[in-house]
């Protein structure tokens, strides 16, 4: 066995969360489709997938290195949204506490001289430079764009390319 039983359980714990993220992302990719916002729901309905794929990432990880995974619960993501802003707000701060997390398990890994787990960590600590990044620029222009031009910021993605 390749990993211990503390990083399989951190890991198991990850891959709930990662699994609630791609719901909170469904969540609010459909708040911006019943305002016919159809690039930002694109955008978050993307996320949702790469949330999906981070976990089954974690799944194989724990099944190749030897370990048991065990899904915890999932809560039920947030649903209603009173702006734009609130939503990508609750979005920049899930992918802080991720980059938090991941620190977590790469801390584990390197306690223990875990050099396979390192390797296989580095890429999500690398990725969540991308997102946060990304959440924190989204961020951005929806506070300048506002509620009321919140079409100037579909434009915004559509130029951008952040929806492919």
């Known amino acids: ?28 990719a459909t708040y911006f489709d019943t305002q016919s916002l159809r690039k930002l729901a694109s955008f978050f309905y993307k996320q949702a997938e790469e949330e999906r794929d981070h976990a089954m990432k974690f799944v194989r990880f724990v099944v190749d290195a030897g370990g048991e995974v065990h899904i915890p619960p999932i809560d039920a993501p947030q649903s209603n949204f009173k702006s734009a802003e609130e939503a990508v707000e609750l979005s920049l701060k899930w992918e802080m506490d991720v980059t938090q997390y991941i620190n977590g398990l790469m801390e584990i890994a390197v306690g223990q001289k ?5 390797t ?9 430079l991308e997102e946060v990044s990304s959440m924190e620029n989204l961020l951005r222009v929806v506070r300048m764009a506002g509620e009321r031009n919140l079409i ?9 390319g952040d929806e492919d």
Do not use: K
């Open 1 to 28: 066995m390749l990993i211990s039983q503390e990083l399989n359980d951190a890991i198991s714990a990850q891959i709930g969360r990662e699994f609630g993220a791609s719901l909170q992302y469904v969540s609010i």
């Open 152 to 160: 100037m910021l579909e434009a915004y993605i559509s130029h951008n």
């Open 114 to 118: 875990n050099y396979i787990a390192r």
């Open 120 to 128: 296989f960590l580095d890429w999500f600590e690398l990725e969540q």
